[in-house]
C-alpha cells in the first residue's frame, strides 16, 4: 500500500491550498482516512478525517471553517481544501488510511494508532 502527498507548498497568510493524497495498493475503498501535521519541535496532531463514504467529517477545532476533506473512490484519491491559511498552519502534512471504514466519535478519528498506512508527508509553509 502506498500513499502519496501532494499539493504543499508556501503561500502568504490568507491564501489556499489543495493537498491530494493518491493511494494505491489497497484491495477496496472501505477504509476511513485522515490527514495529520507535524511543525517543527512539535508532535504529530490530527487535523481531519473522513469515513469511507465520505458522509461523515471529522476536523480539529483549529481548522474548522477553514480545511475541508473530501475524497473521490473512483480515484482512489482525498483532498484537504485548506482556505484562509495562517502561519500557525506551517507544517508537514501527512494522509493516512483508516484499518476501520467510519468513526464512532471524534477521539476514534484522531486516535493515531488506528491509521495503519501513512504517506511521506508535504511541507506546507504559510508566510505572515
Same mark, same amino acid.
Given at each position: 500500500?502506498? +500513499?502519496?502527498?501532494?499539493?504543499?507548498?508556501?503561500?502568504?497568510?490568507?491564501?489556499?491550498?489543495?493537498?491530494?493524497?493518491?493511494?494505491?495498493?489497497?484491495?477496496?475503498?472501505?477504509?476511513?482516512?485522515?490527514?495529520?501535521?507535524?511543525?517543527?519541535?512539535?508532535?504529530?496532531?490530527?487535523?481531519?478525517?473522513?469515513?469511507?463514504?465520505?458522509?461523515? @467529517?471529522?476536523?480539529?477545532?483549529?481548522?474548522?471553517? #477553514?480545511?475541508?476533506?473530501? #475524497?473521490?473512490?473512483?480515484? $482512489?484519491?482525498?483532498?484537504?481544501?485548506? $482556505?484562509? +491559511?495562517?502561519?500557525?498552519?506551517?507544517?508537514?502534512?501527512?494522509?493516512?488510511?483508516?484499518?476501520?471504514? $467510519?468513526?464512532?466519535?471524534?477521539?476514534?478519528?484522531?486516535?493515531?494508532?488506528?491509521?495503519?498506512?501513512?504517506?511521506?508527508? @508535504?511541507?506546507?509553509?504559510?508566510?505572515?
Amino acid at each position: 500500500v502506498q +500513499l502519496v502527498e501532494s499539493g504543499g507548498g508556501q503561500v502568504q497568510a490568507g491564501g489556499s491550498l489543495r493537498l491530494s493524497c493518491a493511494v494505491s495498493g489497497r484491495t477496496s475503498n472501505t477504509y476511513a482516512m485522515g490527514w495529520f501535521r507535524q511543525a517543527p519541535g512539535k508532535e504529530r496532531e490530527f487535523v481531519a478525517a473522513i469515513s469511507w463514504t465520505g458522509n461523515h @467529517t471529522y476536523y480539529e477545532d483549529s481548522v474548522k471553517g #477553514r480545511f475541508t476533506i473530501s #475524497r473521490d473512490n473512483a480515484r $482512489n484519491t482525498k483532498y484537504l481544501q485548506m $482556505n484562509s +491559511l495562517k502561519p500557525e498552519d506551517t507544517a508537514v502534512y501527512y494522509c493516512a488510511s483508516n484499518r476501520y471504514a $467510519n468513526f464512532a466519535t471524534m477521539e476514534d478519528a484522531a486516535r493515531t494508532d488506528d491509521y495503519d498506512y501513512w504517506g511521506q508527508g @508535504t511541507q506546507v509553509t504559510v508566510s505572515s
